[in-house]
């Protein structure tokens, strides 16, 4: 017995192992350096030939003692190449060493599907992908072929029987999510090989970086929509309920457990195409507008066999009211479909990673925020005599900055932690006239402006009331940042002709238009808040 290489079209006929890994097993170097028959495991390998002698075949292909782990290359090359080997191969012998050949027939049908072969990420594409298939008991007494024990298999692994036949064909009529879900209940010792394990069945290739840990079924994913537009890739469920926003993507095969029925439409005239970039996954989707303003159903292009007039979708959460970012958020949605109105289609980005404001601080946009306050007409007398708090207010350059989010002696309004809003944050100010000619602005009769910005709409906003300063920090206190998006205000006295019309608005850094976005358009520069008192 010993290691022979071959290449491309000079290989010749082999049977290939597929087994479970045992204590001491043989390896390339024990092979090379004669030390093989001395390892517990190499009683497999010399039945396995046995087996191959049997069957007229003079070769046979064991992963444990014909790949070179100590070279690199070697490994990501066979494991790149692992499903088209087990398909070539003359025969598969599947060994089973937990299964004992003495159980009863009834027994050994029960016993057979709980097998731990039946439990590793590795032997899915080895039950799968060979031509011919059959089982070993642990002495190696022969159980049948994976034809005869089709229907059990299928019956506890919920892999479609059709796909059992040994036809490659019949397997690419399967979906995305149909083929994951086979692979939702297995495992492996590596996380990242419970990606790798299953690229051949999809027909991709990815270079292994051990050590990326579930990174590796993102990379999966993000290969095999690079070669197919099936949208049953977006049909899972979430089984991590500790992440309210998720992006488009699964974290595991077990998240497709349910999607044993998902398929895709087939439509040949026309497509949705999408693409990952580094803003999330690009996709001109058809959404449907729910009664919470920032929540759409977003419709995919598959079906459930199982009720195939219900439309099937996902919940989308629009990350800003303004933007076109999005998150996604609960599981695989069902819908009817009737008397729905969808929204004219649009490019919009699923991000792949999402730190919701809401829920993590993140976003730290109202740091930045400043307003440069600017008081002008014909009462342009009036000056800003208090603040609160008084900390925001840098008097000689007019300004409103945001507080110190880490001084803990800093005073607090009624409002939630501004923190879980975006960094929101808001400052009141009080106007008071040199002029004593107008009654109007008696002590009693002075204006607070409270200017503010609201991270949850990325806005910033403003009102203006009567008071005076022994109302300032009771009016901030009390005023809410949350929903306010007002880019304007006015105050007046009606009935009073003496009264002088006050009109507040905000502008953009450039002194002119407000833009939609706040975040887009910090450049460094304050806002503008101009004070018009006539």
Same mark, same amino acid.
């Given at each position: ?61 064991i992963d444990t003692c014909c790949i070179d782990k100590a070279s ?340 607090? *309004?009624?409002?939630? +932690? ?5 960094? %929101?944050?808001?400052?009141? $100010? !009080?106007?008071?006239?040199? #002029? /004593? ?27 203006v009331d009567f008071g005076s300063s022994e109302d300032l920090e ?15 205000? *006015?105050?007046?006295? +009606? ?5 002088? %019309?006050?009109?507040?608005? $905000? !502008?953009?850094?450039?002194? #002119? /238009?407000?833009?939609e976005s706040v975040t887009s358009s910090l450049d460094g520069q ?9």
């Open positions: 017995m010993q290691i022979l290489e071959f290449f491309g079209k000079d290989i010749p006929p082999y049977v290939i192992l597929s087994h479970t890994w045992g204590n001491d097993e043989v390896t390339f170097h024990d092979m090379r350096n004669g030390e093989a028959r001395s390892q517990q495991g190499f009683v497999k390998i010399e039945r396995c030939c046995e087996e191959a002698v049997k069957d007229g075949i003079g070769f046979a292909w690199s290359s070697e490994l990501s090359e066979a494991i790149n190449s692992m499903f088209q080997w087990y398909r070539h191969a003359e025969k598969c012998y599947a060994y089973l060493s937990d299964l004992s050949s003495q159980l009863s027939k009834e027994d050994i049908e029960k016993s057979l599907p709980s097998c731990r072969w039946f439990t590793r990420g590795w032997t899915l594409q080895e039950l799968i992908a060979p031509k011919e298939l059959i089982f070993f008991a642990q002495d190696w007494t022969p159980l049948g072929d994976r034809s005869h024990w089709a229907t059990i298999i299928s019956a506890a692994t919920f892999i479609h029987e059709a796909a059992l036949t040994g036809s490659v064909q019949k397997v690419e009529t399967f979906s995305v999510a149909q083929k994951f879900s086979w692979a939702s209940n297995r495992h492996t010792t590596r996380e990242e090989d419970m990606a790798y394990c299953l690229m051949g069945l999809f027909g991709v290739h990815m270079p292994l970086l051990y050590g990326e840990g579930s990174q590796a079924f993102i990379r999966l994913q993000e290969e095999i929509m690079k070669k197919s537009d099936d949208q049953t890739i977006f049909a899972w469920s979430q089984t991590d309920m500790d992440h309210q926003y998720r992006g488009l993507l699964a974290s595991t095969p077990g998240e497709f457990e349910q999607c044993t029925d998902i398929a895709p439409f087939r439509n040949w005239k026309s497509s949705q195409s999408y693409e990952n970039t580094n803003a999330g996954i690009r996709l001109t989707p058809s959404l449907l507008r729910t009664p919470n303003d920032t929540l759409f159903f977003m419709s995919l292009q598959c079906y459930d066999q199982r009720a195939p007039e219900r439309m099937l979708g996902i919940d989308l959460v629009k990350l800003s009211p303004t933007g076109d970012q999005y998150a996604r958020i609960n599981n695989l949605q069902y819908h009817m479909g009737i008397g729905c109105k969808f929204l004219e289609r649009q490019t919009i980005y699923v991000r792949n990673d999402v730190i919701h404001p809401e829920a993590h601080n993140f976003i730290e946009t109202g740091k930045f925020v400043r307003f440069h306050i600017s008081v002008t007409g014909q009462e342009s007398s009036h000056q800003i005599t208090h603040a609160w708090p008084p900390d925001q207010w840098d008097q000689h350059h007019q300004m409103l900055t945001p507080p110190n989010w880490f001084d803990a002696t800093r005073p607090k *309004s009624n409002q939630p +932690d501004p923190g879980l809003f975006n960094w %929101s944050w808001h400052a009141a $100010l !009080l106007l008071s006239s040199s #002029a /004593t000619r107008d009654a109007f602005f008696s002590e009693d009769a002075k204006l607070i402006v409270v200017i503010g910005y609201n991270g949850r709409e990325d806005q910033c906003w403003c009102q009771d009016v901030w206190t009390k005023t809410p940042y949350s929903g306010v998006t007002k880019m304007s205000c *006015s105050l007046g006295m +009606d009935g009073n002709s003496r009264a002088p %019309s006050v009109l507040i608005t $905000l !502008l953009g850094p450039d002194g #002119a /238009t407000y833009p304050p806002f503008v808040t101009l004070i018009q008192i006539d």
